[in-house]
């Protein structure tokens, strides 16, 4: 969080299942899961999990989500900016018109940022024919040795 | 296509103890709790005319879905395979022998132990906890284990054309008060269970869910493999248990 929502348009959608009790984003990508309560419990103590822990409430139209206890190993894209354990994000959902969804993310980490960061950017909807496909990649899995070198990949052996 | 084989879980909502650990602010320690342990029914969510949400089976079928004996740490399992009635998969010759080298190379050659995604029906007899996902329109399955999860898709359109998904492709419908899931193009990569039961891509699974109480859904699978398994459908009771 927030790298999971940042997908480029239409490559690896997520799909938004709620109801009374639960706010859940299954994305395609990692099929990486978030179930967030909104029954206002606090966040656990003593578990540390790469996409944290998340607490959502309704605050008018928008939907605030409280992200804390992440493990400290993530990235924030592929360029190497990154967080520790220190992490801490508000995320707000906020509906612009039926196909939009407005997300903004503000991003705290005392031990790494000297002051907050502030992202924004919008979520569109996918035509209603698509579905979540199934990603095979999995924890550990080498992913990287796809990757070009200034994607980050180890540069190739000369031939 | 002939069911040739069923296999009934119950699923209980008082087993939850495995997805606490992730939902509940008071389980510091429920990561290394059995999954067999019971919470208060107090701590579970229940939709109104739905689905209970957290749901664990609290056997042991998933070390052999044929039944085993009972170790140090382990319960005792029946076979959860009730149709054929002597609780067999009924293989083919050939495929026979596969499954007993599957069974010798078991703890190296599981696909679970390299964390696939536990593939259908196996995802269900965990023991892990699932999570029911539920609201109009919406009906999707999370697993703990290897954070897999499911949507299904109404059947009003056909099976996505894929040969390869652990967790196959689901197209639902209603049949009164049960779930009927129609599940196909699963990998034959994926096994049943840990001791090397086993199926081709020609597998496919109706799946049916239906609630028997307040905190408890019955669970049939429905399991058909006309290259692997040598028999048709010989369900004992007009294919419903």
């Known amino acids: ?159 | 296509v002939t069911p040739s084989r069923v296999v009934r879980r119950v699923l209980s909502s008082a087993a939850i103890a495995g997805l606490l650990a992730t939902a509940a602010p008071d389980s510091d320690r429920a990561e290394q709790q059995p999954a067999g342990a019971v919470c208060p029914q107090t701590a579970v969510g229940r939709q109104d005319a739905g689905f209970p949400r957290h749901l664990a089976d609290r056997g042991t079928a998933y070390v052999n879905v044929e039944g085993h004996p009972g170790e140090k740490g382990l319960a005792a399992s029946r076979s959860i395979v009730v149709d054929p009635p002597d609780g067999k998969i009924p293989y083919r010759r050939d495929a026979l022998t596969r499954r007993q080298t599957n069974y010798r190379n078991r703890s190296t050659a599981d696909p679970s132990l390299k964390c696939y995604q536990a593939s259908v029906p196996r995802a269900t007899y965990l023991a892990t906890p699932l999570q029911i996902l539920q609201s109009p329109g919406n009906f999707a399955i999370v697993y703990q284990e290897n954070h897999a999860f499911r949507v299904f898709h109404p059947d009003t359109r056909p099976h996505f054309d894929a040969t390869d998904w652990w967790m196959g492709d689901t197209r639902y419908r209603w049949e009164g008060d049960t779930l009927v899931a129609d599940v196909a193009a699963i990998t034959d990569q994926a096994w049943l269970d840990q001791a090397g039961n086993f199926h081709s891509t020609e597998f496919h699974v109706v799946e049916r869910y239906r609630m028997t109480g307040p905190d408890v859904i019955e669970y049939e699978a429905r399991i058909d493999d006309p290259v692997v398994y040598a028999r048709p459908g010989r369900c004992a009771r007009p294919c419903t248990v």
């Not at chain 1, 989500?65 to 967080?83: I, P, Q």
């Not at chain 1, 000297?114 to 035509?127: G, Q, S």
Request: aromatic share 10%; proline share 6%; hydrophobic share 35%.
């Open chain 1, 1 to 159: 969080v927030p790298r999971a929502l940042e997908q480029p348009a239409g490559l690896y959608p997520v799909q938004i299942i709620q109801d009374e009790k639960y706010v859940a984003l299954l994305h395609e990508a990692m099929h990486d899961v978030r179930i967030i309560p909104t029954d206002n419990s606090p966040h656990p103590k003593n578990y540390w999990a790469w996409d944290g822990d998340s607490r959502g409430r309704w605050d008018g139209d928008t939907f605030v989500v409280d992200v804390s206890n992440f493990n400290g190993r993530t990235w924030l894209d592929m360029a190497g900016n990154f967080v520790d354990e220190n992490e801490h994000v508000l995320e707000r959902f906020r509906l612009l018109d039926r196909d939009t969804i407005l997300y903004e993310a503000t991003v705290t980490d005392p031990t790494v940022f000297v002051k907050p960061i502030e992202m924004r950017f919008t979520l569109k909807r996918v035509p209603q024919e698509q579905q979540i496909l199934e990603y095979s990649c999995l924890e550990g899995e080498r992913s990287l040795q796809h990757y070009t070198d200034e994607d980050g990949g180890k540069k190739r052996r000369a031939k």
